[in-house]
Nanobody, 121 residues
Framework: QVQLVESGGGLVQAGGSLRLSCAAS????????MGWFRHAPGKEREFVAI???????AYADSVKGRFTISREDDKNTVYLQMNSLKPADTAVYYC???????????????WGQGTQVTASS
């Protein structure tokens, strides 16, 4: 089993920045791929970003150029730096992990409890 715990969410004004962190424990060393999804009220869960252990990344078009995903494997931690936040970025952000590269929620088996990010206009 793998446990994921997110932190760093909060309320910011549009245009501001936040940095999310996700600490993995348990069989964390087996999680070759880690990433982030988000879920806004009334919308489906949405892929945000993913990173492999070798540093390969992918981003949703809606966040490219504004968000950066990174990881520190010696700390079993993945980060999401979010800049130029927009009200449309408001959602609960979930850390995810798995052994296969995917941008589909159902193919990533491990999820954190989520952290709220709110960007006010």
């Amino acid at each position: 089993q793998v446990q994921l715990v997110e932190s760093g969410g909060g309320l910011v004004q549009a245009g501001g920045s936040l940095r999310l962190s996700c600490a993995a424990s348990g069989r964390a060393n087996s999680m070759y791929y880690m990433g982030w999804f988000r879920h806004a009220p009334g919308k489906e869960r949405e892929f945000v970003a993913i990173i492999s252990r070798t540093g390969g990344t992918a981003y949703a078009d809606s966040v490219k150029g504004r968000f950066t995903i990174s990881r520190e494997d010696d700390k079993n931690t993945v980060y999401l730096q979010m800049n130029s936040l927009k009200p449309a970025d408001t959602a609960v952000y979930y850390c995810v992990a798995g052994t296969h590269w995917s941008t589909l929620a159902h193919e990533l088996p491990y999820w954190g409890q989520g952290t709220q990010v709110t960007a006010s206009s």
